[in-house]
């Protein structure tokens, strides 16, 4: 590979990305703009940014390294994603979700749900469960993207850390949300175009679409006795119903991260970023199509890297990426593609991994600074923008020092990890706040609270991923995790958690008060007349 070629490549695009920020801080003059980009946002920014910050090297690396070893089951997310996370979430949550936030005047997804309840501790406390479960999120994406500029400028890890999150940083802090967006919009296309390529031109080199699938599913006798145990029959086949993979899979991956979505307060936001509903109606296609092809391919892609590589070399992919299910797409990649491709496709990670970045850390600085730091220390004259700016900051500083902790291999369970902890936290309160008008302020608050504590026992006392790295549950039980009974200990903790969140909602609200009417009759203005038709 031509290091100075790409070098100019990657160059090239940061003085682009660089010039799209100024254009965001050129046109960022209040609060407003900061925090929702104006709340004028074309559809197609919108959309493609909103798949852009889902999408992050998780996608692309993590679980497209998953679908590597167990194959394409793991389309079955895809087909979520697009369901729920576009059209599920643009049409019955992004409608009521956009007139609602404009009635009660929110700029973030935390100020969204305090004003809704009338409460600013659920403000304060939906800013603090984001600014503690968000920066490990943050930290699994700056390592996918930090690893690729140490391997490819060889430098040491922690400058390529640094130095990816400075370039980010600038952006964010100096255009705020139309810095972020803009950018997206670049990033998602880059994204987009090149994972359409590695798809066809993989197609190609293994004799067509059906030449190529019948080949992998001729290739189920190769699965490794270890993976035959835990359910996996074929590259092409979902695993035995009721198989550990089987589990994991559909709780874990498809469920967790499928579901997850809903509640994500970075892509929350964008849905106040447009003026009518007619924009998130033009968006829902786009979203759609794009998320489709980022996801699908990638883990179509996944899944054939097994058939070229036993072709070229006699050895499944996680053989030749030496057991790290995060090296088998760059393996794939320097071993099948041409290098201009390699070239593009890098700024294909570099795109997925700072888009989703930048919002994150523009989450995380919302947060600290409007809804922790201005709640706590309440001043007319405070400047929101420069708080914010210093919470990104802040963020920022956080994420780097656990990037540098975190192991190897912790890219797509990092991801899943955060999607469950939103799902269970925030989601109850999200929809009864959009539809329930029996939800009170006091069930709102304990969902919240049940759902992340639950989460945090689940994570440190039962899920057997998780508790038994902590050595929580064996410092204190001597057992890695306290039910060892199968499926148990592999059931993702979205399963537990997320319903236990929504029955708390539903008794405390049952036996609390209710919001005040005339309040709630602010908060839906306009929002009776929608219609969720397309």
Known sequence: MNTFSLGVVVITYLLVIAYLGYVGFKKTKTAKDYLLGGREIHPFVMAVSYGATFISTSAIIGFGGIAGVYGMGLIWLTVLNIFIGVLIAFVFFGRRTRKMGHNLDAHTFPEFLGNRFQSKTIQMMSGGIIFVAMPLYAAVVLIGGARFIESIFEIDFGIALTFFSLIIAAYVIAGGLKGVMYTDALQGGIMFFSLFFLLFMTYIKLGGVSGAHEALGNMAKLVPESLQAKGHHGWTAFPTMGSSWWWILTTNIILGVGIGVLAQPQLVVR???????????????????????????????GALSNLYFYRETGKLAIEIAQGNVDLIIPEFLNAAMPEWFVYLFMLALLSAGMSTLSSQFHTMGTSIGRDLFENLFPRKEM?????????????????????????????????????????????????????????????????????????AFMLAFMHQAESAPLGISQAIFGKDFLVGQFPWMIIDPIMIALPFSILVLVVVSSMTQKVEAKHLDVCMKGVRQIRTGL
Not at 271 to 288: C, D, Y
Not at 295 to 300: A, R
Not at 387 to 409: E, N
Not at 423 to 433: E, Q
Request: glycine fraction near 12%; proline fraction near 2%.
């Open 271 to 301: 849905f106040m970023t447009v003026k009518s509903n007619r924009e998130l109606n033009r968006a829902v296609l786009i979203g759609g199509v794009f998320i489709f092809v980022v996801t699908g391919f990638i883990y179509t892609v």
């Open 383 to 455: 400047n929101s923008m420069l708080i914010t700016r210093v919470g990104i900051v802040v963020a920022i500083l956080i994420s780097i020092i656990i990037g540098y902790h975190l192991p190897i291999g912790i890219v797509a369970r990092g991801t899943a990890i955060f999607f469950g902890i939103c799902a269970a936290a925030f989601l109850p309160a999200y929809f009864a706040g959009l539809y329930w008008k029996g939800a009170t302020r006091a069930g709102a608050m304990w969902s919240m609270g049940a759902g992340l504590l639950s989460s």
